[in-house]
């Protein structure tokens, strides 16, 4: 079992970064996922790192403008955001999953851990 806590959420203006963390509570060899979701819509899959740190899957949305990355020495994954526009607004969480394949990276019923959720938002 694994605690997830998120950081790095704020206010920002459009065309500003942002860099989000998941810490976790100890080394884990899991799948690590971070999604999104605003009021009234289903969670989204926003990127995937598989164990073992080579393979990332981005959702269309965020392709060229986020970078999912880990430090294993310190136990933290990351979500690097660039470029940020208003509709990248929403409460991040960050995931972890013991098994995943294919396509099914972006589905948070195939994640067991979540953390608490950090609020981005994205205004002028």
């Known amino acids: 079992q694994v605690q997830l806590v998120e950081s790095g959420g704020g206010s920002v203006q459009p065309g500003g970064s942002l860099r989000l963390s998941c810490a976790k509570s100890?080394?884990?060899?899991?799948?690590m996922g971070w999604f999104r979701q605003v009021p009234g819509k289903e969670r989204e899959g926003v990127a995937v790192?598989?164990?073992?740190?080579?393979?990332?899957y981005y959702a269309d949305s965020v392709k060229g403008r986020f970078t999912i990355s880990q430090d294993n020495a310190k136990n933290t994954v990351y979500l690097q955001m660039n470029s940020l526009t208003p509709e990248d607004t929403a409460m991040y969480y960050c995931?972890?999953?013991?098994?995943?394949?294919?396509?099914?990276?972006?589905?948070?019923?195939?994640?067991?851990?979540w953390g608490q959720g950090t609020q981005v938002t994205v205004s002028s």
């Open positions: 100890a080394y884990t060899n899991y799948h």
């Open positions: 995931a972890a999953s013991t098994a995943l394949s294919g396509t099914m990276w972006s589905m948070p019923r195939m994640y067991q851990y």
């Open positions: 790192l598989y164990a073992g740190g080579f393979i990332t």
